[in-house]
């Protein structure tokens, strides 16, 4: 099993930053793409920001040039530093992370955590 525990949301200003973490567990024997979503009240899952194991990254429009996604592969890590936040920014925030298990598989099964809450309100 493979566990992805998220931190750092909370509640902020407009104009303000947050740091989000997800860090995975568990039985990992490699870790290809790993990804921020949100899902905002009465609105279905959107991609945020994904990054590759090699580093190159993707974001949805809204979030260019304010979001920028980070990896630490020795830690199994993904960050999303957000700036310039913005009301439309509010809500939970998933990260994702796709999971091989084992060398002697090739298997690769995409793992979720439990999602944190981000406010942006005055």
């Known amino acids: 099993q493979v566990q992805l525990v998220e931190s750092g949301g909370g509640l902020v200003q407009p104009g303000g930053s947050l740091r989000l973490s997800c860090a995975a567990s568990?039985?990992?024997?490699?870790?290809?793409?790993m990804g921020w979503y949100r899902q905002a009240p009465g609105k279905e899952r959107e991609l945020v920001a994904t990054?590759?194991?090699?580093?190159?990254?993707n974001y949805v429009d809204s979030v260019k040039g304010r979001f920028t996604i980070s990896r630490d592969n020795a830690k199994n890590t993904v960050y999303l530093e957000m700036n310039s936040l913005k009301p439309e920014d509010t809500a939970v925030y998933y990260c994702?992370?796709?999971?091989?298990?084992?060398?002697?598989?090739?298997?690769?099964?995409?793992?979720w955590g439990q999602g944190t809450q981000v406010t942006v309100s005055s």
């Open positions: 994702n992370a796709d999971v091989r298990s084992s060398p002697l598989s090739r298997r690769i099964y995409p793992y």
């Open positions: 568990g039985s990992i024997f490699s870790i290809n793409n």
């Open positions: 990054i590759t194991s090699g580093g190159s990254t």
